[in-house]
């Protein structure tokens, strides 16, 4: 079935630092990838949808120039967390679209901002 | 606004039981509902439902979707422990967002033995 391998799956940052996280397809093209962020026990919340080839497309209230999203590829997101804080540790995951109805989802990374 | 409400927000039964998870939407232009399973890391895909009426059954896991009332349930019989999880429902639309999945807080099961 359709992959979708994301890395890191653990990252612990310094505050004021940035993280990239990326999120890459195996054996389909992505055209669509969407991004979505979970604090404990709540759900995910979708922060933004990533086009390949265009520019992303953020939820209300989420900061597009602290959340810098890339889709260069069709195979290919990334998501960089910049200048880091504390109340950015989070669990970000991403999910990717086969087209249809399917969703495949990324194993997330757990981001710490010390 | 767009909503997902799922019901109850925790549960705890006893291996054997049989559970029943419910999830509940208002949202414009639906497409499909789709229940996860999330243990400590991303969501397992267990349904996709898109008619009205039709059961669609995994071993001991089913789920159905009423789109007159704008409901789904999520049935799981004879519980193990190994059934403790977040159950997700989420409902896609088209939307700006480009099909992107609405999800609700989630079910939190433990069965215990």
């Known amino acids: 079935g359709a992959v979708v391998s994301q890395h890191p799956s653990r990252v612990i940052c310094k505050s004021g630092t940035s993280v990239k996280i990326e999120c890459r397809s195996l054996?389909?093209?992505?055209?669509?990838m969407f991004w979505y962020r979970q604090f404990p026990k709540q759900s995910l919340m979708l922060m933004a949808t990533s086009n390949e080839g265009s520019k992303a497309t953020y939820e209300q209230g989420v900061e597009k120039d602290k959340f810098l999203i890339n889709h260069a590829s069709l195979t290919l997101s990334t998501l960089t967390v910049t200048s880091a804080h504390p109340e950015d540790s989070s669990f970000y995951i991403c999910s990717a679209r086969q087209g249809g109805y399917g969703y495949t989802f990324g194993s997330g990374t757990r981001l710490t901002v010390v | 606004e767009d909503k997902v409400v799922q019901s109850p927000l925790s549960l705890v039964v006893h291996e054997g039981d049989t559970v029943t998870l419910n999830c509940s939407y208002e949202v414009t232009n639906f497409r499909s509902l789709l229940w996860y399973k999330q243990e400590k890391k991303a969501p397992t895909f267990l349904f996709m439902l898109?008619?009205?009426?039709i059961e669609k059954k995994s071993g001991r896991l089913s789920s159905i979707l009423d789109k007159k009332e704008l409901f789904s349930i999520l049935n799981i019989t004879a519980t193990q422990t190994g059934d403790s999880a977040v159950y997700l429902c989420a409902v896609n639309q088209d939307s700006n967002s480009g099909y992107a999945l609405n999800f609700g807080k989630g079910t939190s099961l433990l069965v215990t033995p």
């Open positions: 898109t008619s009205s009426g």
């Open positions: 054996d389909f093209q992505a055209t669509t």
